[in-house]
């Protein structure tokens, strides 16, 4: 079965600080992965995503997301957090294009 | 490019009365698009996948006859919530895709049903 789990409802850093947003999947298939971000009543906006190249992923923003196969998980990572980016998290796997499993979700707070 | 609007972005409506919600792919033409529902502080739950030209695609616990989905061309497909009830309040999220690419997501609909 295809599954995605976030391990982590919520993370507060103090701004400047790394980030860390761990995501772990199942899947029988090779997946795609993407990152999503999503502003306090706004749509989502992709961060990055993984689709079979290279497995260290850069996105915009300064995020980037390493695939590790051997462990399944493509956590998103940033060396240093700004305000802006308090935000929901969502890690987001697809298979064959179509069947896309959202996780639960990550809720960033940065502190001053 | 690959912009996908929504609209309206806010309504609200009476119960028992029914509301359309537009999602259009501005600058591709998308062979799938697909209809989530966010409820707050929770994740986006897929609620059909409909391909132009087709029947939507629920998923299982989705009222088809509530949730009319139309996908009438390659860049407009609609959702109309039917006899809206409070319960049916939500945030609702469309995306688009072409040809199994990525999904491009709408910026979504609040929908309040007093």
């Known amino acids: 079965a295809q599954s995605v789990t976030q391990l982590d409802s919520h993370v507060s850093v103090s701004e400047g600080t790394p980030v860390l947003l761990r995501c772990n999947y199942s899947?029988?298939?090779?997946?795609?992965l993407f990152w999503y971000v999503q502003h306090p009543n706004k749509g989502l906006q992709l961060l990055l995503k993984?689709?079979?190249?290279?497995?260290l992923v850069k996105g915009i923003n300064g995020f980037e997301a390493e695939f590790k196969k051997s462990e399944t998980s493509f956590h998103l990572t940033k060396p240093s957090a700004h305000m802006s980016d308090a935000a929901e998290y969502f890690c987001?796997?697809?298979?064959?294009?179509?069947?896309?499993?959202f996780g639960a979700g990550t809720r960033l707070f940065v502190k001053a | 490019g690959a912009v996908v609007s929504q609209h309206p972005s806010r309504v609200i409506c009476k119960s028992g009365t029914s509301v359309k919600i537009e999602c259009r792919s501005l600058d591709f033409q998308a062979t799938t698009m697909f209809w989530y529902r966010q409820f707050p502080k929770k994740s986006l739950m897929l609620m059909a996948t409909s391909n132009e030209g087709s029947k939507a695609t629920y998923e299982q616990g989705v009222e088809k006859d509530k949730f009319l989905i139309n996908h009438a061309s390659l860049t407009l497909s609609t959702l109309t919530v039917t006899s809206a009830h409070p319960e049916d309040s939500s945030f609702y999220i469309c995306?688009?895709?072409?040809?199994?690419?990525?999904?491009?997501f709408g910026p979504g609909t609040r929908l309040t049903v007093t």
């Open positions: 899947s029988s298939y090779s997946p795609s």
């Open positions: 993984y689709t079979s190249a290279a497995t």
């Open positions: 995306s688009a895709s072409l040809q199994g690419h990525e999904q491009y």
């Open positions: 987001v796997v697809s298979f064959g294009g179509f069947k896309t499993i």
